[in-house]
């Protein structure tokens, strides 16, 4: 084979060969390593000290239980007179609960109302993260019992402003992404990817939920509460 004759399939091939290596699908995620989470950051976070730690496990749909927070928050407040600096909570979200953690444009991009069944009390697909946005100001003088309040605001960014930290399960994102390439197409990595970027303000995802809340318990002694529909 002539000298240019050579470079030129010698080149072809490596075209080939980079066309292939962009073309083949990705691999999803499922685990999240030790190398890739910064467990530093976690552990500063969730180990400040405090009067209460409390864990709250969310998996599944159960918008019931930013209520269920909302008054753990002034039971400890008002009730028990603790400072609210020194009121340690999280809330874990694995399940469908993860998808309290995303913003609107991934809740309209992936219809994640209708794909997984979110619906209000009169049976309407929610198209929106409706369970995020505070509908309040944050005003600590208002009255706790007046219900537009911030004490009576059980939304996630009303709760996160009370000091409320969310963690959302990696596992969970990734099984999520496998439903909605099957549903709509798409690699469930690009899926994965794309969710993770666009996670609400204030919420870090964490390598897997249940094993948070096992480590929130066991290492940093958070009483664990899960609520039910």
Sequence with gaps: M??????AAAALAAI???ACAQSAPKTLEMVESKAEFDYAAFAK?????GDVHHCWDIDGYEPDALGAMKSAYNGYQFGFGIAPTAIKMAAVLHGVGSAFAYDDSMW???TIGATFGVKDPSGNVVP???????????????DPNDPTSMYQDATLEAL??????????HTAIAEQARTLARSRGGN??????????HLMPGVAAVPSG??????LQNRFHYAYTQTTS
């Design 2 to 7: 002539q000298r240019k004759t050579f470079l």
């Design 16 to 18: 080939a060969t980079d």
């Design 45 to 49: 976070r969730v180990g400040a000290s």
């Design 108 to 110: 309209a991009k992936y």
């Design 128 to 142: 929106s993260n409706i369970f995020y946005h505070a509908r309040s100001q944050q005003n600590p003088m208002t």
């Design 160 to 169: 996160q402003r009370r000091g409320l930290m969310v963690f959302v399960c």
């Design 188 to 197: 469930p990595q690009d899926i994965l990817v794309d969710i993770l970027a």
């Design 210 to 215: 249940v094993a948070t809340i096992g480590i």
